[in-house]
């Protein structure tokens, strides 16, 4: 496949920014995303140029770390798919394919696709934890839960914080990943002592941050690679109100 990339180059925080074209060719349908990128990555070091710089990591839509907007649609238009394990035969031979960062007040560009999601980290030590002494594991079935709590935890424990939901977002929310890291605590047994506290603290600090509000527009978990719903974010919202 030969290919046309315009990608958001950015040298760092204070730069304006630009969009670059590159050819790329000979792209394997096979590769990922990524490893397209790694190809021209390391054309771009033999010709002397820098390299697009981007975050990565396991590179199997675990970790979180992978993110851009492909497209004009965070992660691309594969549903529930992470840029990582997203593969070129989705594209079409001689496309042009638009890469940028986040784009968020919260997401400050570090350099070209890499953003400061560091707001992240800071929402979840607000609260995002138990704190309760709870003794060594228990024994199986020793403490039930009910299965459609059980079932709504991990649904919710499944979201990895990888931003799509804020680049999604027309108001850039993080009502979404709050929510998750709420919810998944929430409706199990260990998370009941601290649950109305946390949801004050958690929400409290996204609005510190510069997240904006969210006004049920759907695009978060329309790009969510995990698949959290949107009544996650009811959930939340229902146990800030009780705490306040």
């Known amino acids: 496949m030969n290919l046309t990339l315009n990608v958001w180059r950015q040298k760092g925080p204070e730069d304006a920014g630009r969009m670059v074209k590159y050819k790329v060719k000979d792209v394997s349908p096979d590769m990922s995303f990524l490893e397209m990128l790694d190809v021209l990555n390391e054309r771009l070091i033999l010709d002397g140029d820098d390299p697009i710089a981007f975050d990565h990591d396991c590179r199997e839509g675990i970790c979180g770390m992978c993110g851009m907007v492909i497209n004009g649609v965070a992660h691309g238009e594969q549903v529930a798919t992470t840029t990582c394990q997203l593969h070129m035969r989705h594209f079409e031979d001689g496309a042009t394919i638009t890469i940028e960062p986040w784009r968020a007040a919260p997401f400050p560009v570090v350099k070209d696709l890499v953003v ?127 705490a306040n």
């Not at 030590?125 to 079935?141: C, E, K, N």
């Not at 804020?166 to 002592?193: D, E, M, R, W, Y």
């Open 116 to 242: 400061d999601r560091s707001a992240f980290d800071r929402i979840i030590q607000a609260g995002g934890f138990i704190s309760v002494p709870a003794g060594s594991a228990p024994d199986a079935h020793s403490v039930p839960v009910r299965k459609d709590d059980a079932d709504a935890a991990f649904d919710a424990a499944t979201c990895i914080g990888c931003g799509a939901c804020v680049a999604a977002c027309p108001n850039g929310s993080a009502s979404l990943f709050t929510a998750a890291k709420i919810t998944h605590l929430s409706l199990l047994p260990q998370g009941q002592p601290e649950r109305l506290s946390r949801a004050k603290a958690m929400v409290e600090q996204m609005d510190a941050e510069g997240f904006g509000g969210c006004t049920n527009t759907g695009e978060c978990t329309a790009v969510c690679p995990k698949g959290i719903p949107l009544d996650t974010i009811a959930k939340m919202n229902a146990d800030f109100l009780k």
